[in-house]
């Protein structure tokens, strides 16, 4: 369903109707999980943080402006309820010994279904590798069609640092690359 075909959902939405939630839910829930998946590790945190992203739009769907598109104000949710998330992790970390709950905490891939391949298997890993604000910029561009400047409003920061991001993110996977062929050749 496009944004389109969601406006009349979201007005009825606007006034109350649950139904009306349940199908903009239903209608954009798979790209949401998909998308903090990528940015996320822990498949409980993955569910959580969708969970909140969902309440959070109930609760603010009446400041949603019909003149811009709805996914990408959906989207700034997203990476807000993240940013939020990632924040009270870093507390929880410092107040529970970072290294032990580094060391002792497996990192778990969320959505295994998307993975159909090898190459989009080694796609995610090298993906997986970046910084978080590396890896948001990509998934955001390359997963989610947003335009620099899109991406810079997202994540309410200058266009030149999305730029530099950009940038940097590509150069990161374009070596993580090629020492991934040369280690092939070495084993």
């Keep these: 369903m496009n944004d389109e075909e969601l406006l009349h959902w979201l007005e009825k939405a606007i006034?109350?109707?649950?139904?009306?939630f349940n199908l903009v839910y239903e209608a954009t829930n798979q790209e949401v999980y998909?998308?903090?998946?990528?940015?996320?590790?822990?498949?409980?945190?993955?569910?959580?943080?969708?969970?909140?992203?969902?309440l959070r739009m109930w609760r603010s769907i009446d400041s949603y402006d019909p003149n811009r598109p709805f996914r990408y104000w959906l989207h700034g949710i997203v990476v807000r309820r993240i940013q939020d998330w990632k924040r009270k992790a870093w507390r929880r970390i410092r107040l529970f010994e970072r290294n032990r709950q580094m060391a002792c905490e497996p990192f778990v891939r969320a959505d295994e279904a998307i993975k159909n391949s090898e190459l989009q298997q080694e796609l995610f890993d090298l993906i997986f590798r970046l910084?978080?604000?590396?890896?948001?910029?990509?998934?955001?561009?390359?997963?989610?069609?947003?335009?620099?400047?899109?991406?810079?409003?997202l994540l309410r920061i200058p266009v030149g640092t999305v730029k530099s991001r950009h940038h940097l993110a590509l150069k990161q996977l374009r070596k993580f690359y090629e020492l991934q062929g040369e280690d092939a050749y070495v084993h």
Aim: glycine letters at 2%; zero cysteines; charged letters at 30%.
């Design 34 to 54: 998909r998308t903090v998946s990528f940015l996320v590790y822990n498949k409980q945190d993955v569910e959580d943080i969708v969970n909140d992203v969902y």
């Design 131 to 153: 910084s978080y604000k590396l890896r948001v910029v990509v998934i955001l561009r390359y997963f989610n069609d947003y335009a620099l400047e899109e991406i810079a409003n």
């Design 15 to 20: 006034s109350g109707d649950e139904s009306a």
